[in-house]
Nanobody, 113 residues
Framework: QVQLVESGGGLVQPGGSLRLSCAAS????????MNWYRQAPGKQRELVAS???????YYLPSVLGRFTISRDNAKNMVFLQIDSLKFEDSAVYYC???????WGQGTQVTVSS
């Protein structure tokens, strides 16, 4: 079973920034599209960003321009840079390997004034 460990979340004020990290045990991570999801209390889980093996990216329209997904295949890691945080960004953030049903514990992002 693939192990996924998310980190980097925290409590920040509106307008602040965070950099989330995802470490994967999968040694062939470079072959897969990687995704970041988030789930807020009382809300459905939603895909916020993806990055393909070739580096192509996708962003949820509401986060476009504020979120940046990247990857370091040599380290088997994926990152999500979040800037200009808004209250509605508060959620537990998860990374996921495309086509695989493996989830880590997630990392909590809380935006509060």
């Amino acid at each position: 079973q693939v192990q996924l460990v998310e980190s980097g979340g925290g409590l920040v004020q509106p307008g602040g920034s965070l950099r989330l990290s995802c470490a994967a045990s999968e040694s062939s991570l470079s072959m897969y599209t990687m995704n970041w999801y988030r789930q807020a209390p009382g809300k459905q889980r939603e895909l916020v960003a993806s990055i393909s093996s070739g580096g192509s990216t996708y962003y949820l329209p509401s986060v476009l321009g504020r979120f940046t997904i990247s990857r370091d295949n040599a380290k088997n890691m994926v990152f999500l840079q979040i800037d200009s945080l808004k209250f509605e960004d508060s959620a537990v953030y998860y990374c996921k390997i495309d086509g695989r049903n493996y989830w880590g514990q997630g990392t909590q992002v809380t935006v509060s004034s």
